[in-house]
């Protein structure tokens, strides 16, 4: 039962058995009765929830209910992952079962199966607190990291990406990254020092791959799972977090000297000797190139003088004669003799559009009609006068009034999909309801659907983007919305499983829109 409930949640329903299992093995049952609170806001997120049976509503600080839910909603995912406070008061309306997952087991269990990490950051599009710190516990294990201090632990924790690898990869070329940490599988590390006997969970560090080393082959004897650093997220990591990575293990650095000095077969103070006289002769060269540069820098300088103040004395005369004609005085007596030929521009515009404006100004009619007004004797002349007066009236029939005839009481105005810029890896629904004047309204109830469950709430839950405002997070499948009052129309089928990385150019993110993670507006408009 435990496992049919965890995994209906959109959270849950992508993790593989082994991370399944795990998680199903911390669950603990909690019954509640009409009117009881399993949490309440502001207290310490210790847990997240699953709805198992019965019916429960969510309550602000405030004590305004939110949202109301049933069977396989989850709840407080995100503030127990990012090791916040409840920000709203779970209460049961009906007699309720919730399914409770401590965020302590959630951690032990990515200590056991880091695997469980990668999965739960896909589905949630981030790698929130807790999974960063679980998976730099579980770094920890490494001699060579056991040195990072916890905000670098969680630096290195959040940039880390994992990769299944078949059997016969080279991981180091495969991954080009310079620290790949070998979760399960066989790998054989061949560098400067030889062949390393081939094991599991094995740490491949800067050192090998960058340092200078000859080139490193990591070859997987088996199907391995390893962590390492992407190239995109190499260029945001802090120096302090680089020099702690690449920085040379004594116990790992080869010994070139005493290897050179046998191969080459002669004495280590031989060796030093010749190397300090190569120094020697470099430096009398720098030296007598230093002297030659100098010695030409000399003459050149004084024949560019020489030049120069010839140049200056020559052209002394000229340069007054600009200074003094950019002055403003010769500015300003400058426009008089450019606008000399002025009149020239005044016939086109006195003989041609002045007539021409003039006439239809007196054309129309109503100045002779005012003086039949006045003569009003004659019957012959008033006749025609009223005969205009009739041809008002089609005027009132043009307006539209019978015309709008609302089909329902909320109409679909626009739904969109997110760019990649407005995106940023995201996987929401973001709903507005709005009045006829196009403002926001609070509190109206809306219905999001998958499959056969759905999940009703209520706009205004996020005052910051405005008053009629919803948003709703999606992980895999397709969804429907709706106005769950009167009547009203449903989007079309908004689904994440989208698979296409979409990158943002603007802020240079590879995945702006990628696989589950897409975002949808939806906005619906009440039609009275």
Known sequence: ??????????????????????????????????????????????????????????????????ARLGPGALLAEEDALEGGSYSFTIEAITAAQLLALPISSVEKAIVEQPALAAELSAALGKKPTVIRRALGEWLRRYDQLRKLSSAEMSELAHALQRQQLPA???????????????????VQVVGTGGKSPASSRVLISDEWLIAGHAPVSAEAETDVAAWYIPA?????LSEALVAKLSSKPQAARPQPSASRATAAGQPLGRQRRRLSAKWVRLAAAIVLATWLVAACSAELWQSMSASA??????????YRATAAARTPLSLALMPTATFAPSPTWLPTATATSTPTAVPPTPTPRPQPTNTPAQSAAPGGA????????????????????????????????????????ENHGMHNIFINVVDPAGNGIPGVRLWVSWGSDGVEILTGSKPELGPG????????????????????????????????????????????????????????????
């Open 1 to 66: 039962m435990n496992e049919s409930q965890l995994s209906t949640a959109p959270l849950f329903s992508s993790l593989g058995d082994d991370s399944l299992c795990a998680l199903e093995r911390a669950l603990q049952k909690l019954q509640l009765r009409p009117g009881e609170v399993a949490a309440r806001a502001g207290e310490k997120a210790s847990a997240l929830f699953v709805v198992a049976q019965g019916s429960i509503r969510l309550l602000s600080g405030g004590g305004k209910e939110i």
């Open 168 to 186: 016969g990869t080279d991981l180091a070329a495969a991954l080009r990254s310079g620290l790949i940490v070998v979760e399960s599988g066989q």
């Open 232 to 236: 995109s997220s190499r260029r945001g």
């Open 309 to 318: 103040s010839a140049s200056t004395a020559r052209n002394l005369a000229a």
């Open 382 to 421: 008033s006749a025609p006068s009223e005969q205009p007066q009739p041809q008002a009236p089609p005027t009132p029939t043009a307006a539209p009034t019978p015309t709008p005839k609302p089909a329902v009481d909320y109409q679909l105005v626009s739904w969109r999909q997110l760019t990649p810029c």
């Open 469 to 528: 405002w919803a948003v709703f997070d999606m992980f895999k499948g397709t969804y429907w919305v709706k106005v769950n009052e009167g009547t009203s129309d449903i989007t079309p089928p908004l689904t994440v499983d989208i698979p296409k990385d979409e990158p943002c150019p603007e802020t240079n993110n590879p995945v702006g829109n990628s696989l589950y993670h897409y975002s949808y507006e939806v906005i619906f408009q009440r039609t009275w």
